[in-house]
Every structure is written in C-alpha cells, then in structure tokens.
C-alpha cells in the first residue's frame, strides 16, 4: 500500500491529493476561523497550501516532532487542517470539542501536557471567567481569531516556514481523539498511522458499491470536526474525487438550511441529534435533500421515524440508510442499510434501528458474553459485546490501565449489550452502564418518539432502586400526562416523566445526552443496577 493509491500520511495529506490532480470543491458554510479570508469555495491545492502555513505558524510556535499540540475551538472543519499541519512537523495533535466544561478541559490538557493549545478567544475567555485557564497546562497558547493576555496570536506566528514532511512509524501515534464523555470525563484516544489512516480511511477509499463516494457526487458532512470520524472521512471521500464535498460546522437550521439548498447534497452524514433538530423543517423547506441517494448516520442510536423523515426527504427512486455502529476506539463494527420499505415493518412493538446488522467481512469480528463469567452466551441471548479489528486503538493517554482492563486476551470490551443472532446479525439492547432490570432504554426510547412525535427526545435513566425515569423533551416543556399513560401503558413500569425542552438536556460534541451529567442535575443517584466496569 503506497500513498499513490490509498491516504496513508496525515501531515502530507493534500498534498498528496494535490499531486493526484484532485478537481474536487470544498464548500462551506461559513468561512474557516483560521483563514476567514479564503471565503466559503476553496479547492483541494489551496487547502494543502494552507497546511503548509498552519505548519509553519506552529514551528514558528516552537512545536517539534514529537509533541503534542492540543486543538480546542468553535467547530469546523479547520480541526482538520490543524491536525495535518502538526501531524506534517512530525508532532501528534489532539482534537478536543469546545463543548467540554472547563473543568473537563483542564483534566484532559493536564493528561495530555501539550507544547502548543490552539483555540480561540471566546472559549480562552470563557474558560478564564468560569476559574479554569486551560493555557496554564500548556507550554504555549496559539490563539487563531485575536488576541488575548497571554497568548500568541497568529499575527506572532505568520511567516514561519515549516521544514520537510515527517512521516510518523506505522504503529507511533499519530493522532489522538477523546470519547463522547456520556458517563464522565472522556477517554483521551490514540490512533496511529495503520489504525485511523490504514484501517478506517483505507476502507472508505474504495469504491464501494452505494458507499464509496462517485465523481458526481457533492458529499456533505455535519458532525463534530474534534472527532476522529473527521480524518477518516476526509481522507476516505477526497481521496475518491468527489465533484465537491459540503462542510455545515452548526446544527442550527438557520446555517445548515441555505447550504444544503445551495449545495444539494448527493450524500449526507450527520449527527443523529442533528438529524433530529433538522427533521422539523423538512416540510417547509427540505428541499435541499431531493437529490440525496444515501444518509449515513454514526454516533448514537437513531430513531426510526428520523430516518422514514429523512428517506422521504429524498426524490430519488430508492434512497439508502446506512447506519453504523462503532466506537472512537475501534471505528466501525458494524452497518445495516435502511430503506422505505424496511422502515414500514414491525419489529415487535414498532419498527427499530436497533438491528445494527453484521460485522464488516474480513476486518470485524464480534462476539457476546456473559458479563460475570465472560463465557459466550448462546445465539440471541444479550450479552456484553467484544469485538476483535485491527483498527483498535492502542492506548488511552495517562490511562493506560483502563484500556488494558477492557482487553480479553485479543478481544475489547465496547461496554454494549447486545445479542447476536445465528447469521452474525447484532441487536443492540442498552450501553451496560445504563442497563435496566426490565427492558432496555433503547427500545423504550424508540416506541416512545415512534408513538408520540411531539417528544423531540427519550433518555430513560436507570436507578438502583425503583423504577426507570424517562426524561422528554418537548418544544415547550410540557406534555399532556394522560397522552404519556396511553402511550407507554404496555411498557415496563417506569416513573413519571421528566419534561424538559430541548436545550435543558446537556449533550456532548457529538450531540450525544450526557446522561451522568442529566442524572446528576435531576438529583438522581449516581448508583444505577450496572457494574459500570466496562466504561
């Protein structure tokens, strides 16, 4: 495998799309925050000669091969960038969400003990007024958008020139990524060259029947760009010579409404919590998805009427869900497709996409077992899952321990339970932190958004003693209680409902609800019936 047929290296990465002759557009839909003046249409050489600059505002900066450089602003797509140009000095950057809490931030950055914090000034100085300096567990701080006390600006940095590309070992890190942090503070993630760069972006390099990217298509992206989903995606579609990709850095309607009709997407990736903020507009003004021949969705769990919204959306004969379950740790496990017509049958109280369909031929395997012996269990029996890829990561930063604790042998723990049927087919039944006494959050989760769409949001928290209580969010924050009774009457006994709006559930990065952190503000104990072990 040699760069010339498949993305290998990070730092040299446009490069050598540039060199391959890449006539595809970028397109955004507001303008990077590391070069507003490039405007919202740039292509794949100016990008690459962009790098160039990043990398040399960073030597510049004092960053050499082998640090780390911690990223951590608004989202966009210059995540990426950012981590090519360090990658490009031989340094290791890591990606972090400004949606961590500062307090969060600090623990992660103290782990981390960069060179070099790029961010901006409204999370620098919004972290300083909550009491936490993240600049002080940095040996320098680049701000990209002004100036703040203390900091570099990209003024002090311009006109450095960074020296030749280095290319990292195979297994050295390369990369480092946190995860969604649903339960706590997230896991500091490390990548290398073979596992993010090889594995995950090799796979989506090829022209897979309905998944690999066409010369025709315009593939659109809206997640979070701190994630390593980011890289592969990048690297995976550019490297197929799509006509144009599609950046939409905001969930918001107002930001991602005018591109998709701008740039009518043929492709479309995005949040499930994304999804769900859009899913009320598409009656208006959805027409910026008629051109739309495949949704893909990764994250979180989806509910089926998202994706009967979204199918429906879409002018093409036969639209494509491709649905995909995987970790930061291990990339994807499995993908099942979703049509129109799947979407219309009933899989015990109502349809589910909690069927995650097979592992990926040739690169997963999984298997599931008794959580207190670990012995498999028989097929269909739930059990804890653990997968075997050669795209695991191969470490945690400052806890090593705990990534050691999750490996059996050759087997890791994704802290899901699940069972796995006689065809290799996997249904999901909770995390095994939020395992319930009877039933599963996920199933309930879905009849309750199938049979009531005025609940924009289900979470159902667990407790050690009593029942579940189910948390919904409605536009106005309320919800008729007989409606409630009706609806979930042949469910397993739960309390009565939390009813909250929208924006009083704390999410991560990735739009994922921070269920610790709900439970916590709820005054819910933290003690549910699960182990935890396996986080």
Known sequence: MTPLNKPIHLGTLFDDMAARGSTTAVRLSRPLDIAPEAGVELDVPSVSSLVRRAAGWFAEAGVRSGDRVAIVKRNHWDYVLLSCAAARLGAVPASLSAHLAPRTLETLLRRLDPALLVTDTALLRGARDAGHDPSAHAARTLVVDGTVEGALSLGDVRGGTAPPPRRPHLDAPLAIMHTSGTTGVPKLVVHSTRTIMRRLAGFESHRWPILGSRRDDTVASSISFAHGRALAWTAGVLWLFPEAISVITAPDWDEAGPALRLHRPTTLEAQPSTLVRWQRHLDERGEGLRRVRLFISTFDAVHPSTVRAFLNASERRAPVWMQGWGQSETGPLTFRFLTRRSLSRRQGPGPTTRDLGRPIP??????????????????????????????????????????????????????????????????????????????????????????????????????????????????????????????????????????????????????????????????????????????
Not at 387 to 416: F, H, I, M, N
Not at 472 to 491: M, N, Q, S
Not at 513 to 525: M, T
């Open 362 to 535: 040739g690169r997963t395997r999984l298997r599931a077992v008794d959580p207190a012996t670990l012995l498999p269990v028989p097929p269909g029996t739930p059990g804890l899952l653990f997968c075997r890829t050669d795209a695991l990561c191969p470490g945690y930063v400052g806890e090593e321990g705990r990534w050691r604790d999750k490996l059996v042998g050759q087997w890791w723990s994704t802290g899901d339970i699940g069972s796995i049927d006689r065809t290799g087919a996997v249904r999901l039944v909770d995390r095994e932190v939020d395992a319930l006494a009877e039933g599963g959050c996920l199933e309930i989760e879905d009849v309750v958004d199938e049979r009531l769409p005025q609940v924009l949001e289900c979470v159902v928290l667990g407790v050690a003693d009593g029942p579940p209580v189910p948390v919904v969010a409605t536009e106005d924050g309320t919800l008729d209680p007989g409606v409630w009774k009706e609806a979930v009457v042949d469910l397993p006994t739960m309390a009565d409902p939390v009813v909250l709006t929208w924006d009083d559930l704390p999410r991560t990065g990735t739009g994922k609800v921070r269920r610790a952190a709900l439970r916590e503000s709820l005054g819910l104990p933290s003690r549910t019936r699960a182990t935890g072990r396996w986080t």
